[in-house]
């Protein structure tokens, strides 16, 4: 008799290694997380805004929430109104110093910075981690090979009180980006060129993992740009994995030894997309679509009004130098306000220290207090009927900035910066 | 859960939660009956008139995309909308319309024009355009969102079971 080897293939189980995401799912759930599965699992961190906050305290006290699980691991930063520009967004924040007060919990009150800067330099995020905030760029921490997603308030609620959160396992598109970005190209436009590549519901459901040698060749801060606007293609998380930079950067802020997630070779993936980076120029988002990505060269020229560096996609320190450097000596354009708001009060100090913030005033600049106003359109320029704005935010939504007959377009700092001496849309490998 | 109403038709791929209800608004006050005044105000300023209660919002794919703003999904039912059918969802959105007891559908909206009026039997999963005399399928929801939105929402199925029973 011949015995014939058989597999028996359970239902769901499959013989592929995992991608970084089932793997942290499947070490926060204690259950093997494969690509549509539902799992229950614990966070590591959970943090809300002030746009969020106060819907997610009216829910916590409707769930009847008492305490928080573990108030080391919950984390509230007043950044999208900072400081207060009226008395409705004064109420809010006085609800939230209460709440995080009575809870014990770590309040980042106006001038800490935006909280997606202030979550990494709190050294509580890193490989492995699985954080949840109630702001949709949470995703910004998957440049540290951790696990990090947006959610609602109510969801937030959920977690602050049972340390959990239910997911859908997702699956994975795979960025592979090879080559080296020529000067004055940067993350920015390497992942504005992504998300035109594949629209905005590309990845709706799924996570991005973003390698290859132009990844890997990034600084932390640029992998933080692209893991931003991964929810700009619909993604739930962008991440990379963790290297020698990595554990660099953690160490500034962090003694925790963190165990680095590395995709298994025989991942499953949805998709494997490659690109070669080297001629990339530098790229430009249309109003009012963040996937309404061009190169430079057709829309230089368009006249601008107003100019943002800042924001938790491009407000870190080498973006304050990458405009700095195109700024020095130099003066803006008469017609144009040029608006810059450091990512956290340790970046704008930095800034300062280097002189960074001295070349951008005396050329022109209006620094802000570190925060999101002037991307959310909360306060700290709003711009008027029918004026362009070039940002280095991450949305240009029709109103976005707070006013809906304005325009908005999208670039890296240097983009901004060359633009704002020009008066107009300008390609910075001029400057 | 049957609703009945008429159609909102948004022509729209990417409608994105700034449209829903802008950060303008949303950051200044907990008063969701408020911000429903305000709702899909940037695609059509007089939309809050226009709603009876029990309406639909029907749009194209990838509704809700943008910011995680629960006031998105808590505005759209304020204003009395009673669900959102759309050909996809991005999936912030559809977690917090769940979480707060708004139902969302993922059908062919294709087959609904401007003004018909609509059945949506949620838990069979189907939509009759009564107006067409046509019955449009509907992609079930998870298992665990049935749970949810059963309970109106995560708050009460927390109140009701003190955490996650979604098993």
């Not at chain 1, 805004?49 to 984390?75: C, H, W, Y």
Request: proline share 4%; glycine share 10%; aromatic share 6%.
């Amino acid at each position: 008799m011949v015995l014939i080897p058989v597999i028996i293939l359970e239902r769901g189980i499959k013989l592929s290694g995992q991608t970084i995401i089932e793997k942290i799912l499947s070490s926060h759930s204690g259950q093997t997380a494969r690509a549509g599965d539902i799992v229950i699992a614990n966070v590591d961190l959970v943090m809300g805004q002030d746009g969020t906050s106060p819907l997610a305290i009216r829910a916590f006290n409707d769930m009847g929430g008492r305490e928080v699980f573990d108030p080391e691991k919950v984390a509230m930063v007043i950044d999208h109104s900072a400081p207060s520009p009226n008395e409705g967004v004064s109420a809010l924040h006085k609800l939230m110093r209460e709440f995080a007060e009575e809870k014990k919990i770590k309040l980042y009150d106006i001038g800490e910075g935006v909280c997606h800067q202030l979550m990494p330099e709190s050294g509580r995020v890193g490989p492995g981690k699985l954080v949840v905030g109630a702001d949709s760029h949470t995703c910004t921490y998957g440049a540290l090979n951790a696990f990090s997603t947006g959610v609602g308030s109510t969801d937030l609620a959920g977690a602050m009180i049972s340390g959990k959160m239910w997911f859908k396992v997702p699956e994975t598109i795979k960025f592979v980006c090879e080559g080296k970005l020529p000067e004055r190209v940067y993350a920015k436009d390497l992942i504005l060129y992504l998300i035109g590549d594949v629209t905005a519901d590309g990845a709706t459901y799924k996570a991005a993992e973003y390698t290859g040698q132009a990844v890997k060749a990034l600084s932390i801060e640029g992998r933080m740009t692209m893991a931003n606007m991964a929810i700009e293609m619909g993604a739930k998380a962008g991440l990379m994995e963790a290297d020698e930079k990595t554990f660099r950067w953690l160490k500034q802020y962090s003694d925790e030894k963190f165990t680095p997630v590395t995709a298994d070779a025989d991942a499953e993936y949805a998709e494997i997309r490659r690109y070669d980076v080297s001629s990339l120029e530098p790229q430009v988002a249309m109003p009012h679509r963040v996937d309404n990505v061009t190169g430079v060269s057709q829309v230089a020229g368009t006249p601008i009004q107003q100019a943002v560096i800042g924001t938790c996609t491009n407000g870190r320190l080498e973006d304050l130098r990458a405009a700095a450097s195109i700024l020095e000596g130099r003066k803006i354009h008469p017609k144009v306000r040029l608006i810059v708001a450091p990512a956290s009060k340790r970046i704008y100090l930095e800034a300062i220290k280097e002189g960074i913030l001295q070349v951008l005033v005396e050329a022109g600049a209006a620094v802000v207090t570190p925060g999101c106003g002037p991307c959310v359109g909360t306060h700290n320029g709003i711009p008027s009927d029918g004026e362009n704005v070039i940002s280095t935010a991450n949305r240009n939504f029709k109103g976005r900035m707070g006013n809906s007959s304005a325009n908005i377009f999208l670039a890296s700092p240097a983009t901004v910066a060359a633009s704002a001496l020009a008066g107009e849309i300008a390609d910075p490998r001029e400057f | 859960m049957k609703l009945s109403g008429e159609a909102h038709k948004f022509d729209l791929n990417d409608i994105n939660t700034d449209y829903i209800i802008s950060g303008k608004y949303k950051f200044k006050t907990l008063d969701m009956k408020e911000l429903a005044k305000h709702v899909m105000e940037d695609l059509d300023p007089d939309f809050y008139s226009k709603i009876k209660t029990g309406d639909f919002i029907v749009a194209g794919s990838n509704f809700g995309c943008g910011s995680s703003r629960e006031q998105a999904p808590l505005a759209i039912k304020n204003a009395g909308i009673s669900a959102v059918l759309a050909k996809s969802f991005a999936r912030i959105f559809y977690r917090n319309a769940i979480n707060t007891g708004l139902p969302v559908v993922e059908c062919d909206t294709d087959k609904i024009e401007h003004g018909d009026r609509l059945e949506v039997d949620l838990s069979a999963g189907v939509v009759r355009n009564i107006s067409k005399n046509l019955e449009i399928k509907a992609r079930p929801l998870p298992e665990v969102m049935i749970k949810i939105l059963n309970d109106g929402g995560l708050a009460p199925h927390f109140r009701k079971y003190g955490g996650f029973q979604i098993y």
